[in-house]
């Protein structure tokens, strides 16, 4: 059974800056693109970012783009989410999940996330005005 543990969240400024952590207990973790979704109170969970397996391709929401930073350490079974110049609306529960299948070029995880079965607890992002 796949576990993902987000952490890092917290209380912040707007303007700010937050780094999340997604350990995974994945043994084939180096195989699966990651991705980053969040929650807001009264919203859909959204996407935010994904990393390819191999870590060389990354995406970003339109939303984050320019100012958050996926990556990730095989090594570590972790993955991470840098977020800079943070705004009150990015105020939500935190998550991480892998792809449906290895290998991907992360397509489907973008919007196919929707049909993933297991998810962590996540992690608690709140940027105060």
């Known amino acids: 059974q796949v576990q993902l543990v987000e952490s890092g969240g917290g209380l912040v400024q707007a303007g700010g800056s937050l780094r999340l952590s997604c350990a995974a207990s994945i043994r084939t973790f180096s195989m699966y693109t990651m991705g980053w979704f969040r929650q807001a109170p009264g919203k859909e969970r959204e996407f935010v970012a994904a990393i390819s397996w191999s870590g060389v391709s990354t995406y970003y929401a339109d939303s984050v783009k320019g100012r958050f930073t996926i990556s990730r350490d095989n090594a570590k079974n972790t993955v991470y989410l840098q977020m800079n110049s943070l705004k009150p609306e990015d105020t939500a529960v935190y998550y991480c999940?892998?792809?449906?299948?290895?290998?991907?070029?992360?397509?489907?995880?973008?919007?196919?996330?929707?049909?993933?079965?297991?998810w962590g607890q996540g992690t608690l992002v709140n940027v105060s005005s």
């Open positions: 999940n892998k792809d449906r299948a290895q290998y991907t070029d992360g397509s489907w995880l973008r919007t196919g996330y929707r049909y993933l079965g297991v």
